[in-house]
C-alpha cells in the first residue's frame, strides 16, 4: 500500500526535496493555476524536505560565555545564564538559524567541574558533544586568555577532526581586539573576536559557523545497503535498559547494578536478531532535572541527546511497576522532537498484578495520547518475555518513518478530506487546502498551500487522517502550511 522510497536517490540530486523531476514540474504548474508565487513554492518544499539538521556543538571551559552564546545564535533567552560556572538546564538541544539556514545547536554549558577534576570534566563535555556535532564552536575568554584548560580542549578538538570555530568571547570594545588577536597562538585559525552579551562580533563568527557546518549532515546510518540499521535504547535510570541490551545481546555485555545510573557511556552493540544484525547504543538514564544533576549525570544527558541524533529508531524504556513519569514524557518527546522512529517498550509487565495493569493502560492513554501512533511492546528484560515483538514493532516504526506518498494520490486523499470535512468557517471566511505535497522521509514532512490560516485543530485532524489512511505507524509527522498571498489570489 504505502510506497517506500528511499532518500538517497532523487531528494539529494535536484533539490526538490524528496519529488521526483516530473513530479516536481507538474506539482509547480498546480501550484501556478492555484496563484501562489512560486519561488516562494519552491523555498516550501526545500525547507520540508531538508532532512536531518547538521548540527553545531558549543563547548569551552566553565564561566567562559557559552549559555549567553547559545542564547546570542537561537535569538531566544532559553539557556539558563547566571554569574557563576556550572549553571544548567533542562534542554541541551535547540533549534537556530542564521542567513536562512537551519541547524541545531548543542550547549555543553552544564556540568559541576568538581566531579572529575577540572580538566578531566571540560574534556568529557566537550567529547560527548563532539561526537554527535557536525562542526564545533570552541569559546575562549579572551580577557584571560588560553588556560592550560584550553589547551586540553584543542588537543581534543585536533583529535576529532571536526571543522572548528574559534570565538573570542567577552571583547566588548576595540580595546580587546588585541587581546583575541592572541589567541592565534592555539593553531586552530582566526580567532573571531565577539561579545556575547552585547551582540557584538556574532555575525560574522555566524557565517563562518555556516562555512563550517554541512549543508546536511553526513548520515551516519543507511548509507551502505543492508547495513546495520541504529537503534538508541533510552529511557530514566533503572528502568532495565542494560538488562535488555544484555538479553537480546544473549550474554553479559553491560554492568547492570541496582544502583541508578550505572551506565555512563552508551556502549555500540552489533547485535544479531532476528535474523538481521542491529547496531544497539544502550544511553545512561536521563534524571530528573538536568540542573540538579551532578556533573557526570550531565554527560549522560548530552551522550543521551547524542545517541538519539545519530539513531534513526528509539526504543523508550518505561517501568511498567511504576506510575509513568514527567520523565518518562520528556524522554519520549526528546525523541519525536529529534524527527526519530519510536517504539515504547513497557519493562517488568510479568510483574504487574491485575489492578496495577488496569492503572497503567488509563495512565498511557492520557499521559502518551499524543503518541498513541507509536507501536508498543510489553517486555520483562529480566526473564526474556516477548523479547521476539520487539524486532518486528522496530522494523514497523522504521517503514513509517520511510513511508512516502506520491503527491497525486495525496491531493486525491485532501481533495475527498476537505470535500467531506471543510475547515470551520472563521470571520466569515472557510479557508481550504487547496494542494499539498510529501517533501522528504526519516520523518515524513508534509507542506500543505492554503487559502487562509488553517487552525492547529484541523492540522490535527489532517494528520490523525493522513495517519488512517496511508499508516506512518511509528514516527512523527510534519505538517507546514503556506498560505497564498492575497496578491496571488488576484492573479488567478
Known amino acids: 500500500m504505502n ?36 519561488e516562494e513554492v519552491e523555498g516550501a518544499i526545500e525547507a520540508a524536505g531538508h532532512g536531518p539538521l547538521p548540527v553545531l556543538a558549543v563547548v569551552g571551559r566553565p564561566n567562559v560565555g557559552k549559555s549567553t552564546l547559545v542564547n546570542r545564535i537561537i535569538g531566544r533567552r532559553e539557556a539558563v545564564v547566571e554569574d557563576k560556572p556550572g549553571v544548567t538546564r533542562d534542554r541541551v538541544t535547540y533549534e537556530a538559524e542564521w542567513a536562512g539556514r537551519r541547524f541545531k545547536v548543542v550547549d555543553t554549558g552544564g556540568w559541576e567541574q568538581d566531579v572529575l577534576g577540572i ?13 554527535a556535532a557536525d562542526a564545533v564552536v570552541f569559546v575562549v575568554d579572551a580577557k584571560v586568555g588560553a588556560t592550560d584548560t584550553d589547551e586540553a580542549v584543542v588537543r581534543l578538538l585536533r583529535k576529532a577532526g571536526k571543522p572548528v570555530v574559534l570565538c573570542a568571547n567577552k571583547v566588548d570594545g576595540p580595546s580587546g581586539e588585541a587581546d583575541a588577536a592572541y589567541l592565534w597562538s592555539l593553531g586552530l585559525g582566526e580567532p573571531y573576536p565577539v561579545s556575547a552579551l552585547h551582540g557584538r562580533g556574532t ?32 529511557g530514566r535510570p533503572n528502568v532495565g535498559k542494560s538488562s535488555l541490551l544484555n538479553k537480546v545481546a544473549g550474554e553479559e555485555r553491560v554492568v547492570v547494578n541496582e544502583l541508578a545510573g550505572t551506565t555512563r557511556d552508551p556502549v555500540d552493540e552489533l547485535i544479531e536478531l532476528g535474523g538481521k544484525t542491529w547496531k544497539f547504543v544502550d544511553t545512561a538514564g536521563i534524571r530528573k532535572r538536568v540542573h540538579l544533576q551532578q556533573g557526570a549525570d550531565y554527560y549522560a544527558s548530552l551522550r543521551t541527546a547524542a545517541a538519539v541524533e545519530k539513531a534513526e529508531v528509539a526504543v523508550v524504556l518505561i517501568d511498567a511497576s511504576e506510575s509513568i513519569s514527567v520523565q518518562d514524557q520528556r524522554i519520549v518527546t526528546m525523541a519525536v522532537e529529534a524527527g526519530r522512529a519510536l517504539v515504547v517498550a513497557y519493562n517488568k509487565w510479568d510483574t504487574l498484578d491485575e489492578e496495577r495493569r488496569y492503572y497503567l493502560e488509563r495512565e498511557i492513554e492520557t499521559e502518551f495520547g499524543q503518541v498513541a501512533w507509536a507501536p508498543r511492546v510489553n517486555v520483562s528484560a529480566q526473564t526474556g518475555r516477548h523479547m521476539e515483538k520487539l524486532v518486528p ?16 494520490r495525496l491531493n486525491a486523499f485532501l481533495g475527498e478530506l476537505v470535500a467531506a470535512h471543510p475547515h470551520p468557517v472563521r470571520g466569515g471566511k472557510q479557508p481550504r487546502i487547496l494542494f499539498g505535497t510529501q517533501a522528504g522521509t526519516k520523518p515524513p514532512r508534509f507542506v500543505l498551500f492554503a487559502s487562509g490560516f488553517i487552525e492547529a485543530g484541523y492540522r490535527r485532524f489532517i494528520e490523525r487522517r493522513l495517519r488512517e489512511e496511508f499508516g506512518f505507524e511509528g514516527t512523527p509527522i510534519h505538517i507546514s502550511v503556506r498560505v497564498r498571498e492575497k496578491r496571488g489570489a488576484k492573479k488567478k
Open 3 to 38: 510506497d517506500h522510497i528511499h532518500s538517497e536517490g532523487s531528494g539529494e540530486e535536484h533539490d526538490h526535496g524528496a519529488l521526483g523531476d516530473a513530479e516536481y514540474a507538474e506539482f509547480m504548474e498546480l501550484a501556478a493555476e492555484e496563484g501562489f508565487d512560486i
Open 119 to 131: 580538566d578531566a570534566s571540560v574534556a568529557a563535555q566537550a567529547e560527548y558533544a563532539i561526537e
Open 203 to 234: 555575525g560574522d563568527m555566524l557565517d563562518k559557523v555556516l562555512e563550517a557546518l554541512p549543508e546536511a549532515p553526513a548520515q551516519t546510518f543507511g548509507t551502505a545497503v543492508g547495513g546495520p540499521r541504529r537503534v538508541a535504547l533510552i
Open 393 to 408: 514493532a522496530i522494523e514497523t516504526a522504521l517503514a513509517g518513518w520511510e513511508t512516502r506518498v506520491p503527491t497525486g
